[in-house]
């Protein structure tokens, strides 16, 4: 009785989304596996057309992020010959498009909605902060820092994205820094969770780190870890592949895990794992993104964009 009351609850809860207005579409201000529009949506928005992430957010309205303090040389990537792009003290922080940061260079993103704000620093730095209008940012290279007592509540996290790893917090003190050759992630104070892809290494654990657990995630508490990549660099076309590999393998889990679940007599631990992969599919969907998006747009990358896109559609729709 009680599976199925949890069965129907997730029914109407899917449906209430899928025919409601953009507030109730999924991200990660809402839960931990949602946000799969703003993932596809910010790496197709890296191939041309660069407007075709518009058709993943609907009709309704997005408030973009604002830079509330900016120190130092950060501008938006224009292609072709049109000059740099300063981001303004107070301007809106771009919803397509990659920032570039000088060495020594910092911002500060607010989200219009939580009030949450997050710094991005560079070493140069290469990033993108809101991404898809949801509570997301990304680096390449560069640092992250966040920022306590700022926006935090109950179910709203921040997803930060980078090209080994991606880490999830709802109150916490995390720093993040992307170097060419490996990646470090510090928790000062809080609690958060760490996925790593199949292609990367841990180097060292460094206080309360704990290895996966049975979802998929590593809990950090005032603990920090670093990472490298297993074999080559994840900024190569081959390594954009792999990542959608893993990516499309477990949309394609957490679908069928769905389609139990609609399909009704499914007990308590197929919701369980329906939830756990598709919060899994989510992560390695943004990483895959991530990859796609930073490398220079050519016909490889648009097809590996539309396979990015079909793989989040699989996760994330509901019912037949």
């Not at 596996?33 to 518009?54: E, F, I, K, R």
């Not at 704000?117 to 140069?124: K, M, Q, V």
């Not at 603990?223 to 393998?249: E, M, Q, V």
């Not at 599919?281 to 539309?306: F, H, M, N, Y």
Request: a negative charge.
């Amino acid at each position: 009785m009680r599976t199925s009351i949890l069965v129907a609850g997730f029914a109407v809860g899917a449906t209430v989304c899928a025919a409601g207005c953009g507030a109730c579409e999924p991200s990660p201000a809402q839960g931990n596996d949602g946000g799969a529009a703003s993932s596809t949506a910010a790496a197709v928005s890296a191939l041309p057309p660069p407007s075709a992430s518009a058709h993943a957010h609907g009709p309704a309205p997005r408030l973009a992020c604002r830079s509330i303090a900016v120190d130092g040389d950060v501008h938006l990537e224009v292609p072709g010959d049109a000059g740099l792009v300063p981001l303004l003290i107070e301007g809106l922080v771009p919803t397509e498009g990659w920032l570039d940061l000088a060495k020594g260079a910092k911002f500060v993103a607010k989200d219009p909605r939580t009030t949450r704000e997050t710094t991005f620093r560079g070493g140069p730095g290469r990033v993108r902060a809101c991404v898809g209008y949801a509570e997301e940012s990304w680096l390449t290279s560069g640092g992250f820092d966040s920022t306590m007592g700022s926006g935090e509540s109950p179910g709203q996290e921040e997803w930060v994205v980078t090209p080994l790893a991606v880490v999830r917090y709802a109150a916490a003190r995390v720093s993040v820094d992307v170097r060419p050759k490996d990646e470090s992630i510090a928790v000062t104070l809080g609690v958060a969770s760490v996925w790593t892809g199949d292609d990367a290494r841990i180097r060292s654990f460094d206080g309360g780190a704990t290895a996966k657990s049975d979802d998929g995630w590593i809990r950090l508490e005032n603990a920090s870890l670093s990472l490298a990549p297993a074999a080559g660099t994840p900024d190569t076309l081959d390594a954009a592949r792999a990542a959608l590999d893993k990516c499309s393998s477990l949309a394609k889990i957490a679908k069928d895990l769905t389609s139990t679940l609609m399909a009704g007599g499914a007990d308590a631990s197929v919701i369980t794992q329906q939830v756990t992969n598709r919060r899994l599919a989510r992560a390695a969907c943004d990483v895959a993104a991530l990859r796609i998006g930073a490398l220079p747009p050519s016909e490889a990358t648009q097809g590996l964009g539309k396979s990015l896109a079909d793989a989040n559609t699989a996760w994330t729709t509901i019912g037949p």
